[in-house]
């Protein structure tokens, strides 16, 4: 993979001046004005002119075409069409270097999306017990999630290693680090891995903490009593960031595809906070994202999170972004930040694994593990939900409850 660069970063206080700069221009409409009629000299008398006079002229004023405002938002505008840009070269390189690349990646379903993906470490700090991949649509600003079940078989692994052991989603990682990661998830969905990152169990609290002042608003969609995480009601609640841990990681009450949901709407309430604080205007927008970029720094430097892509990428983009406002007036013409929004989530569905020894564990339906073909013969059930989801064919948001239990609407 082409390492790219990494520019040099703005510090806060030049990025909150440069932001501060932002303001709106007005256009000004520009008129011609007809001129007064022009009458003919009068004939000099006795010597009649033999030419006739000419009649009154009036000059036609032009008609400028009046200038469309760009309504798009600074994130449509400036972000997207860059990350998508470095997420459509990365797709490129990868097929250049991986001939079935194509085939377990689905080119139409990628087409005009950013997929961005969470992994999360467990307790032990090994597994990645939490595999969510969110599929943002840049032309609607719409983000759709998948969580990918950590209890999964994955042939992928045994092939890797070269042995008839089964093993499940979350131990992709620690058996073939971040390539083999990407290769399951992209053979489980046909959704590109453009921009992963793997982060371990404290980082919500971190994020909580640093980003939200250690509270966040959030729907607890059922109520939750957990042996070992604790008791949380049903309903709207603002939890701290080792109280969200805890919701996040509960799964003994019920199961860990509870636990999935939950997650995801752990997720979307940390995106519509950030969605508030932008809305705050330019130097609230411009404080936060300040924040984030120097949090998301600092865990990287602490080794705390691994990508897939150097996080260059991200900060020349908003640099970029911020020196574009600061030095060119159009830019504000931009309407809004733009932050998008989640409008659905989904887990796409297993059956017991009867192929594996334990059969506790699951693979998608009728799939065959043993197949040689396994885009076309294991994981096909999955990846015609994960297309019926994204291209919004499945009904339902998946998000109910948090109209029906916490009376949450966006």
């Known amino acids: ?34 001129q007064r009629d022009v009458s003919p000299l009068p004939t000099l008398e006795p010597s009649p002119s033999p030419f006739s006079p000419l009649p009154p002229t009036q000059e036609v004023p ?150 939200y002042d250690n509270q966040l608003e959030v729907c607890v969609p059922w109520e939750i009593d957990d042996l070992n995480m604790g008791y949380f ?17 509960a799964r003994y009450y019920a199961n860990y595809v509870h636990r999935d949901i939950v997650q995801q709407y752990v997720l979307k309430a940390m995106l519509r906070r950030a969605r508030q604080e932008f809305a705050q205007g330019a130097l609230a927008a411009a404080g936060f994202l300040g924040k984030g970029l120097l949090f998301f720094q600092r865990e990287q430097s602490a080794e705390n999170i691994q990508t897939n892509f150097d996080s260059g990428v991200f900060i020349d983009i908003f640099g970029q972004l911020v020196r574009q406002l600061a030095t060119n007036g159009t830019g504000g013409e931009a309407s809004g930040f733009g932050m998008p929004s989640f409008a659905a989530r989904y887990e796409f569905t297993t059956e017991n694994n009867w192929f594996a020894p334990d059969t506790t564990r699951r693979r998608p339906p009728g799939g065959d593990p043993l197949a040689e073909d396994l885009v076309s013969d294991y994981w096909f059930a999955s990846r015609a939900e994960v297309r019926d989801f994204i291209t919004g064919n499945i009904s339902g948001t998946g998000f109910e409850a948090e109209s029906e239990v916490c009376g949450v609407t966006e």
């Open 1 to 34: 993979m082409t390492k790219i660069e990494k520019p040099t970063s703005l510090s806060r206080r030049d990025f909150i001046r440069a932001t501060g700069l932002i303001s709106a221009s007005a256009l000004l409409a520009a008129c011609n004005y007809p």
């Open 62 to 211: 032009t008609v400028e075409p009046s200038a469309t405002p760009d309504t798009r938002s600074y994130f449509e505008k400036y972000v997207y069409p860059a990350l998508y840009e470095v997420a459509d070269r990365r797709r490129e390189e990868k097929a250049e270097a991986d001939p079935d690349y194509w085939q377990r990646v689905d080119r139409e379903l990628n087409e005009g999306r950013i997929n961005f993906i969470i992994l999360g470490k467990g307790s032990e700090r090994v597994l990645t017990d939490s595999m969510q991949m969110m599929s943002l649509d840049i032309e609607t600003n719409e983000i759709r999630i998948v969580a990918v079940p950590r209890g999964v078989s994955v042939p992928e692994v045994s092939r890797y290693l070269g042995n008839n052991r089964v093993y499940m989603a979350n131990q992709a990682h620690i058996n073939g680090g971040m390539p083999l990661m990407e290769k399951v998830l992209e053979d489980a969905t046909g959704l590109s891995c453009d921009f992963v990152v793997l982060v371990d169990m404290e980082f919500l609290i971190r994020a909580v903490e640093n980003l």
């Open 233 to 249: 009601r049903a309903g709207l609640q603002t939890l701290n960031g080792e109280e969200l841990l805890r919701l996040s990681r």
